[in-house]
């Protein structure tokens, strides 16, 4: 798997990632979401230099010139619920490219520390010979990201996935470097070194769901 972390080097993005953290600031659901969305730009920015691309001449009011664009048929696919501002920041970018949901949860058992991944909904275009861009903020044990691309396979085989992501431990990226083709793309914003007993990123923000559109119910 090719891993692009993006804070080994410094930029605006450490901002971002800041405030979401700061137990002060991320208590404003509006900034929290906004900032998930600046950082899906930020992503959506750099998966772009590495896409296929073509020769047009462009016709200005002037006259013409001569630009490569972009020739990849992109489907966006994000992990309800906290996806969907990280969805919004890559579409901004990828603003012609088709659009895919998937519902993915932790199921708990009686032992509240053990669970599984469920996968409930999804609602997705033929990825067939596409650039599948897959969406999670929160990229804890990996389960999530492998469960979801195993729902969305009677869909179609890509041609190139990527994986966008704004917090990932160490296990998590391990794990679903194990599950994920050699060629797969893990973009990521940042990585922390440790997960809980619970599977929960140390030290991470918390609940990114709960964070951008309030607390659940459990089931």
Not at 86 to 105: P, T
Not at 159 to 178: F, M, T, W
Request: aromatic share 8%; hydrophobic share 40%; with cysteine.
């Amino acid at each position: 798997m090719h891993i692009h972390n993006l804070t080994e080097k410094n930029s605006i993005l450490n901002t971002f990632i800041s405030e979401m953290r700061d137990v002060n600031i991320q208590k404003d659901q509006m900034r929290f979401r906004r900032n998930i969305e600046r950082i899906g730009e930020v992503l959506g920015y750099e998966i772009s230099k590495v896409l296929n691309y073509k020769p047009a001449v462009i016709e200005s009011p002037l006259g013409t010139c001569e630009m490569n664009i972009m020739d990849s048929d992109i489907v966006l696919c994000s992990i309800l619920r906290a996806g969907v501002p990280l969805h919004n920041g890559l579409l901004n970018y990828f603003d012609n490219a088709e659009n895919a949901f998937i519902s993915a949860y932790r199921h708990h058992h009686e032992n509240p520390d053990s669970f599984e991944i469920v996968v409930e909904y999804s609602a997705c275009p033929s990825l067939e010979n596409k650039t599948l861009i897959l969406a999670d903020p929160m990229l804890a044990t990996g389960q999530s990201l492998v469960a979801t691309f195993e729902a969305l396979k009677p869909f179609g085989k890509p041609k190139e996935v990527h994986l966008a992501c704004v917090i990932g431990a160490q296990e998590g990226i391990d794990y679903i470097s194990n599950h994920f083709n050699k060629d797969t793309h893990l973009w990521i914003a940042t990585v922390d070194p440790d997960l809980n007993e619970k599977g929960y990123i140390i030290p991470g923000l918390g609940d990114a769901g709960d964070l951008a559109f309030g607390q659940k119910l459990q089931n």
